[in-house]
Structure formats: structure tokens, C-alpha cells
């Protein structure tokens, strides 16, 4: 019987079920209740920040962002094309214009020498995504945006428990956003987090995340009632996911060790292949700390991936590709514009393979898509 592998299997140990066990009926099970309140405690002592608002997705994370900068139609956030739709989304939804520059070949985020050539009157922010948990080039990133008075927004969504120079993804920039959804390292089926890095954001985005009321003060006893003071929306996370969350955020350390070791084992064992022009592995710079959440091969020998994914899953191996460039979307031509070139992002997109890595793979499991990776895409080395 062939061993089938799935690409992800979400994590989950007895202190989820625990906390969901303890919900009572007297115990508040929509937004902000206990376990939200634990939570977001957890990640502001982890991360540094001043304020983590748990969201019902990383997109509504991002959403909030949009809303917090004022964004008004027509003004340009410079980001990345290779990531997921929600990164333009949040800004085009405010009307906003997303600027996409190309990548770096090597650890496939944004590339920073492009930004300011992209900077023009109607930019207001830089959007950077942490692909794969590796941390874009926040330093000069940051001196950018100061020397033309933007606001950097941080797309964390898979960096959770990765860092840059000691600094925790998301805690960066002015704003970030993390994802807890199911194919995240740590999760709670869906779920987010806005990242406050100081006071600047923290009392309007607390009437933004309630409806664009004064909700949370009111249940703070700063105020007699609550009263429409904004825009917004419903953006909160519900205390029943919370419940689950916390039980994972408090298994952060053990989770990243797990993959981070099985990581290490398919950097090395492809390493061969790379070193004869096969593949292209990961690139981690020396000033980031990543998480491990994706283990990819770039393929470089005209290989035809499509034939490359279709043999690894017949062999039990479901590898997949990963992101189509959003410049070249329908609604990428259409909302949003490109500024130069896209070689790196077509030529990633294109030859990208992403393998299994989720905790609580075993030896025989990882041996085999080692094993098979090897076989169908070197030949048998």
C-alpha cells in the first residue's frame, strides 16, 4: 500500500479540547471574551508590541490597516505580486492602487532596491510579506518609508514565531498582521491578529474592529455608553476560536522546533541537487530567524512541473505549487498596476514546489518525500 502524505495536517493536542471543555454557559463566546484576552496578552509579551487585536482572518487584519491609514481612491501601497489575493484586496477595497515590484530570486520576498524608484506623490504605504516566514529587508525598508513619510505594513500571515535582527515578524513595521488559519504553523481553523506597534493606532482601532463604536471602552467602564464614532465593521474573533488559539500559541516554541528540525532535514538532503543546477532551495539571510513554515524547490532545469506534481502524488506525495502573480490576474490589470519588469515572480510562480511540512511528521513520512522528491525530480541521484 503506498504511504500517502498529505501537503498539511493542521496541528492539535489535548489543551484545545481542554479550553473548549471549560466554556460554560455563563462564559462570554463571542469577541473579546477570556480566551481572547489571554491571547492577545500572549502575543504582545512575545512580540513587543502595544496592542494585538485578535481578527476573524489575517484578511480583516489587513482590511483594518487599509481603514487605519485613511487610504482614499487612488492613492498607491507598494507591495509584492507573488502573495495571496488578500494583500491587494484590503487596499483595493478602500480604493487604493497596489504597485507591485518584483521579488529577490533568493528568498522570493519583495525586493527592496525597487521600492523607491516605485515611490510616486500618490504612494502612502509599503506593504512587504514575510514569504515563507523569512523576513524581508525591514531595515532599509523602514529608512525608505521614513525619507518619504510612509507607513509600512507588515503581511506576517506565515510569520508567526519568526524574527528579523531579534525583532518579531509583525512588530516592525507601523502595522502587521498575522493569520492563524488552518495551514499556518499555529491556527484555529480561521483566525488573525492586528499588531499595534505603539499607541499611535490603538484607540481608533478598537472603534474600527467594533463597528466603528466605542464598544471596548464602554466595557472598560471608561464611559456610560457606547456610541457610532466611526467606520467599521465586525472584525473581532469569537471567544469559542479563541479557546482553541490559545492552546496552540502556548505550544508556539515546541510546534517551530518540530518543523524547523524537519526542515533542516530536507535542506540537507537536496542539497546535491541544488549543487548540480537541479533546483533552487531556500535562502535564509544571517538576520533572520524563520519558522519553518514552508519548505520549497525552485525548479532550474526546465523541468515540467505540472508532470513533476502529478508523479509525486502518485507516488503519495502531495506537494503543490503556490502563488499565480497577481499583476497578471483579471483584477490585477484592472485594480492595480506593475512598475518594471516581473522576471523573478514569473519565473518563481512557474517553477515553485512546496512539500508536506506540518508537526508530527515521522521518519518513515519524511524519508519518503525526501525519497521521492529526489527520484522524480533528480533522477534518481
Request: contains cysteine; proline residues 3%; neutral net charge.
Amino acid at each position: 500500500m503506498t504511504m500517502v502524505i498529505p501537503f498539511n495536517r493542521p496541528y492539535i493536542s489535548a489543551s484545545e479540547i481542554s479550553n473548549l471543555r471549560s466554556l460554560k454557559s455563563t462564559t462570554a463566546f463571542s469577541g473579546d471574551g477570556p480566551f481572547s484576552k489571554k491571547v492577545a496578552s500572549f502575543v504582545e509579551s512575545a512580540c513587543n508590541v502595544k496592542k494585538t487585536l485578535l481578527a476573524p482572518s489575517c484578511t480583516a487584519a489587513l482590511e483594518m490597516t487599509a481603514l487605519l491609514l485613511g487610504l482614499q481612491p487612488g492613492d498607491e501601497v507598494i507591495m509584492p505580486s507573488f502573495t495571496f489575493v488578500s494583500t491587494a484586496n484590503a487596499f483595493v477595497l478602500r480604493g487604493a492602487v497596489p504597485v507591485f515590484v518584483d521579488i529577490r530570486p533568493d528568498t522570493q520576498n519583495i525586493n527592496e532596491s525597487l521600492i523607491e524608484a516605485a515611490i510616486t506623490a500618490k504612494t502612502k504605504a509599503i506593504c512587504v510579506v514575510h514569504y515563507a516566514g523569512v523576513a524581508c529587508e525591514m531595515d532599509l525598508i523602514l529608512q525608505i518609508a521614513e525619507m518619504y513619510n510612509l507607513f509600512v505594513i507588515e503581511d506576517a500571515a506565515q510569520g508567526v514565531g519568526a524574527s528579523y535582527k531579534g525583532r518579531s515578524l509583525g512588530s516592525i513595521g507601523h502595522l502587521g498582521a498575522f493569520s492563524f488559519h488552518e495551514t499556518k504553523n499555529i491556527h484555529c481553523g480561521e483566525g488573525g491578529a492586528l499588531l499595534l506597534r505603539d499607541d499611535d493606532f490603538v484607540s481608533r482601532a478598537e472603534i474600527i474592529r467594533e463597528k466603528g463604536t466605542n464598544r471596548s471602552q464602554f466595557f472598560r467602564g471608561e464611559v456610560d455608553k457606547y456610541t457610532w464614532r466611526d467606520i467599521g465593521s465586525s472584525f473581532l474573533l469569537n471567544d469559542l476560536s479563541a479557546a482553541f488559539l490559545l492552546g496552540q500559541v502556548e505550544q508556539i516554541d515546541k510546534v517551530t522546533e518540530a518543523r524547523l528540525a524537519i526542515w533542516n532535514r530536507y535542506h540537507q538532503a537536496f542539497e546535491s541537487m541544488e549543487n548540480i543546477g537541479l533546483v533552487q532551495r531556500p535562502f535564509i539571510p544571517v538576520d533572520c530567524q524563520h519558522n519553518a513554515h514552508i519548505y520549497y524547490l525552485i525548479l532550474r532545469n526546465n523541468q515540467d512541473r505540472s508532470a513533476v506534481l502529478k508523479n509525486l502524488k502518485t507516488i503519495g506525495v502531495h506537494a503543490v505549487s503556490h502563488y499565480e502573480p497577481l499583476y497578471s490576474s483579471p483584477a490585477g490589470k484592472k485594480y492595480a498596476r506593475m512598475h518594471g519588469e516581473m522576471k523573478n515572480t514569473d519565473f518563481t510562480s512557474s517553477n515553485i514546489i512546496r512539500l508536506p511540512i506540518w508537526f508530527g511528521m515521522n521518519e518513515s513520512e519524511i524519508n519518503h518525500v525526501i525519497n521521492s522528491a529526489r527520484s522524480v525530480i533528480g533522477k534518481d541521484l
